[in-house]
């Protein structure tokens, strides 16, 4: 049987397929569109879905989209009612659940020569947020989480997964949200685009908590574990607020208004100006703030249900400085986030959980333990596009050599890294979610202090505080970190050793700490035996890991890779068996 899921007209579109309930491929749109978080249909990431499962649309039985209109429709009623909102705001909401319901119309006009046969599934938002990590994670029992902005007219949702079935216990409706109120800060700092939020998380070490009193009369914690936004520091309930998300990327209006702006006693910064000391101190207070009412809620969800392993998802699960806490903030034992937490997340979350609906009575028989389900190219597909862009390299001063032994590929590559060479490393399937895991990497020496400063010179071009991350040998982490944990998708961050921050300068944050990836023999043979080889020369079982692109989505193909290469600085490239070098001179 196969399952179609969708996340669409929403940032991140993506899609999936289940193939006797276990995943077969997963992607996000803007991989192939080339633009960052895209938004719309996921015709694209369809289609390749499709073809890695060898089928065509009219073979697929079930497709699953991850938002219901029907949703909490009373409370939907009973706020407009109440509040009587800018006529505008309710005729864009109704306007946009109208294009969610047409998925069969989509699909039929993608595929013109595979009608659609099978059944559509709505599945509410959050439930399949909390589908996306519970029904894939290692657990028979969990406490499940989802907090983000909103979807389905809630921010957030918790309960419990026992085996194949979630039990939501509680929800925080519109317009309540702790990811409102982060993404409303994250425009204040002067971060005004969709998916800025992981900026004021790299900026937050920098600064202190001087705001927390403005903090806390933002966002109110209550008894429950729930939380509350003062809404009189708001405009996104009563005012149209521009949200555009057809066919590009997306676009989000500003969600403050004046009052929050005199709360907090400065001007707010235009994304032009500076960074000032007082910019980095109200990024720390965010974050801290969040942290505040995130480990309020998992506290209270421990004392209720007495459960050791709790399972993340939607938006604000992409917050790895507060998930690196979980275990020393809160009695939880055991954590777990798959690779696109976010709304992305919620195409897998949604097929899951038509799968299960289904009443198939077969015991779950899947759990993500890795990020790699997107597209793949052979040997033979590098070496053609090598070929064809022969003149380009020479141009370039390249030269190219097939290394067909994986060992020796490795320790080559090994070498030019601990020589401070910029590495793009293309290899196996693309990575499900945001992070560049070890098959579409930038990878560097994180022994070098000045690292940072030749990464962002020569291919990142973006701001000095944000942190690039470490690869780490698994076994090798309670050595180097301060906890010893499993960090697959490197969603965790943790304190580094003091011991050890000297010997890793460039992947060592202001603070201390690092959002670490665990790499396992098993999931990922050729990165693992990289990092292992890197390690024989040097003693340090770390590579610095940043995602392959310049300011675009992470490269999918190989011609993206080849031109992102070209067209920086960097020293090599090794796609499969392919090892391009940059020659001095």
Known sequence: ??????????????????????????????????????AGFPSEAIRYCLAEAGAVLGDVDHIAINTDPMANILKKVGYTLKNRPDLRFVLDRIKNKRERAGIDDELNAAFPDHPMKGKVHYIEHHLSHLASSHLVSPFDESVAVSVDGFGDFSSGAWGVGRDDRIEIDNRVFFPHSLGIFYQALTQFIGFPNYGDEYKVMGLAPYGKPAFMEQMRQIVLAQADGSYALNLDLFRHHKEKIEYEWASGSPVVGELFN????????????????????VHHDIAHSVQAMYEEAFFHLLNCLHERHGLEAVCLAGGCAMNSVANGKIRRKTPFKKVYIQSAAGDAGGAIGSAFVVHHQLGIKVK??????????GPQFSNEEVAALLKEKKSELEAANCIVEGIAEEG????????AIAGGKVVGWFQGRMEWGPRA?????????????????????KIKRRESFRPFAPSILREKVGEWFEEDDDVPFMMKVFQIREEKRALIPAVTHVDG????????RDTNRRYYRLIEAFHDLTGVPIVLNTSFNENEPVVCRPEEALDCFLRTKMDSLVMGQWYVARMAG
């Not at 020796?408 to 070498?415: G, H, K, M, V």
């Open 258 to 277: 004046d009052e929050l702006i005199r709360l907090v006693g400065v001007p707010k910064r235009a994304k032009d100006q500076p960074l000032k000391q």
């Open 1 to 38: 049987m196969l399952i179609l899921g969708i996340n669409a007209f929403h940032g991140d579109s993506s899609a999936c397929i289940l193939q006797g309930g276990a995943l077969v491929a997963a992607a996000e749109e803007e991989r192939f569109r080339r633009i960052k978080h895209w």
């Open 364 to 373: 779950r028989n899947f759990v993500m333990d890795h990020a790699y389900w």
């Open 437 to 457: 895991l070890g098959n579409r990497s930038i990878i560097c020496d994180p022994r070098r202090t000045d690292m940072k400063d030749i990464l962002n010179l």
């Open 513 to 520: 700490s690092g959002r670490l990836q665990t790499v396992y």
């Open 408 to 415: 020796e590929l490795c320790r080559r590559t090994a070498e």
